[in-house]
């Protein structure tokens, strides 16, 4: 089953732009999540944003989330090649600390 | 990939056999869960495990089995019974009553390519 969809599928931007990711989710959450994925690796937790928070910022990194339309978004602000990967939204399953995750989006950073 | 290893890095299993996906954690984390991923696709749960000697289904356990005798190793086994195996799979564990209860931690991934 699907929580999170993120928006879009795919991203290609120049080094030294931002990049935007959203992600939407369908049941009332505590909070959400948001994870980097190098091609072949595991997963990297980057931030958490609880139900209470609208905004959040990790180094270049700000996320928002808006309850009301049940969606978030992650924003790479001055983006680096280093920041190609796959991002992906995950929101707990049915109250519990399991973590639905989203089909992600594919970002690439053009040096 | 913090304190968790997945061996081996990469598996290559002929049709009708079983194999055993390795995952250790030295985080003190008392659940842990076994992932499988598809070519540019998220992540479907397998099974999970919230303490020792206790593990529940996930999305898609059909074909796979798994055990939990220590804290630290969560083993997957991908036995016949699954038909379409070959696929990234990941393990991940969680500390439920820490600090960061809701965060997952990620081993580097086992690559399985049914021959």
């Known amino acids: 089953s699907q929580q999170g969809e993120e928006d879009p599928q795919a991203l290609s931007i120049q080094e030294g732009e931002n990049a935007t990711m959203n992600c939407s989710y369908k049941?009332?959450?505590?909070?959400l999540q948001w994870y980097r994925q190098n091609s072949g690796r595991g997963l990297v937790h980057l931030i958490l944003?609880?139900?209470?928070?609208r905004e959040k910022h990790s180094g270049r990194l700000r996320v928002t989330l808006d309850t009301s339309k049940k969606s978030s978004s992650l924003l790479i602000t001055a983006s680096r090649a280093a920041d190609t990967a796959s991002y992906f939204c995950?929101?707990?399953?049915?109250?519990?600390?399991?973590?639905?995750f989203g089909s992600g989006t594919r970002l690439l950073v053009r040096p | 990939d913090g304190g968790i290893t997945q061996s081996p890095k990469y598996l290559f299993r002929k049709e009708g056999q079983n194999v055993t996906l390795s995952c250790e954690q030295n985080?003190?984390?008392?659940?842990m869960y076994w992932y499988r991923q598809d070519p540019g696709q998220g992540l479907r749960l397998i099974y999970y495990?919230?303490?020792?000697?206790?593990?529940q289904k996930g999305d898609i356990a059909e074909g796979y089995s798994v055990s939990r005798e220590k804290k630290e190793s969560f083993p997957l086994t991908v036995t016949s019974a699954q038909k379409n195996p070959t696929a990234f799979y990941l393990c991940?564990?969680?500390?439920?009553?820490?600090?960061?209860?809701?965060?997952?931690?990620f081993g580097p991934g086992t690559r399985l390519t049914v021959l």
């Open positions: 049941t009332s959450i505590n909070n």
């Open positions: 995950a929101t707990p399953m049915d109250s519990s600390y399991k973590l639905i």
């Open positions: 991940a564990s969680s500390d439920p009553g820490g600090r960061n209860t809701d965060t997952q931690y």
């Open positions: 944003i609880r139900s209470n928070e």
């Open positions: 495990s919230q303490i020792v000697n206790d593990f």
């Open positions: 985080l003190n984390h008392d659940a």
